[in-house]
């Protein structure tokens, strides 16, 4: 069987910058998911990936990965953002509340 991806085309929505503002706090906390993820099922940090040693060089703090490691969470916040306005649903930021 060949699996052809599908993902919904979401090129013509634009984000409101707020929108794009918390494209990094949802990237963040992608990474931080991940990485406790990996952490409880035995993973550490290593200089070099190695699944039969469990050691990944992505096992640092967000802020420590380069824009480069970083863009993986952002581009997937982003297109998940991008998907939730596209099926017409809004997010909204209760007043008073700036995280």
């Known amino acids: 069987m060949t ?7 979401t090129k013509d929505i ?3 910058d707020e929108l794009l503002a918390l494209t990094e706090y949802l990237a963040e ?3 931080e998911v991940w990485a406790t993820q990996r952490i409880a ?3 550490t940090y290593g200089p070099q ?4 040693a469990k050691l990944h060089p992505d096992l640092l703090p967000y802020a420590d ?7 993986y969470d952002r581009s997937t916040a982003m297109e998940t953002l991008k ?6 649903y809004r997010i909204d930021r209760e ?3 700036r995280g």
């Open 95 to 97: 007043e008073g509340n």
């Open 65 to 71: 990965l380069t824009d480069e490691e970083k863009q």
């Open 41 to 43: 099922q035995g993973w």
């Open 14 to 16: 634009q984000l409101s």
């Open 3 to 9: 699996y052809e991806p599908k993902p919904i085309d």
């Open 83 to 88: 998907l939730i306005v596209k099926l017409g």
């Open 29 to 31: 906390n992608a990474h």
């Open 49 to 52: 990936r190695d699944d039969a």
